[in-house]
């Protein structure tokens, strides 16, 4: 059965553009609505995590030059770090020096950096060699600290026998 356009009334089309409006309206208030208030929370999450986000980096970036900062400034320092310790070249470095020289290994301990400790004995006849191998000492290729006590003895005029301890530091690590 067809009916025709006289057959409807207006207040019929008013009422389902209505109920239309309404439906439409419900539709938003029930999916839109939410997903608005939803994208606003995660949207302060976001860019409460972006400040985090950021001050990491910056504090990564202050602390990455500083580090490039350190290694230029300490090149020789971080170079000699990296330089294995070889006893034969030390013992040939100390006899520039001093005469008899022995080099005795004690013990190795493991951490940052590895530490190897030495017993040094050696003998020198003019307290000007004793000196001289101190200044020297920074100019060789590992970085090497005397330790306390240094023990120097008198033999026979004008020798005289001394002995430390050694320690050589070597990293671990790629620095």
């Not at 208030?29 to 950021?54: D, M």
């Not at 022995?102 to 040094?120: A, L, P």
């Amino acid at each position: 059965m067809q009916r025709g356009f006289e057959d409807i009334s207006i207040i019929q089309i008013i009422v389902g553009i209505l109920a239309y409006i309404v439906f439409a309206a419900l539709l938003i208030w029930v999916f839109i609505v939410p997903t608005i208030k939803i994208y606003k929370s995660e949207y302060i999450n976001y860019k409460e995590n972006l400040k985090g986000y950021y001050k990491v980096l910056n504090k990564y970036e202050t602390l990455k030059s500083e580090l490039q900062n350190y290694r230029e400034s300490n090149k020789k320092i971080t170079k000699a770090l990296r330089e294995p310790f070889n006893v034969s070249k030390f013992k040939k470095f100390s006899l520039k020096f001093f005469k008899n020289v022995k080099v005795i290994f004690i013990k190795k301990i493991e951490g940052n950096f590895t530490k190897i400790e030495y017993k040094m004995e050696f003998i020198f006849d003019d307290i000007n060699s004793f000196y001289n191998f101190f200044d020297n000492l920074n100019s060789y290729p590992s970085v090497i600290k005397i330790d306390f006590p240094i023990i120097l003895e008198g033999l026979k005029p004008p020798f005289v026998k001394g002995e430390w301890k050694i320690e050589v530091y070597e990293s671990n690590s790629s620095i």
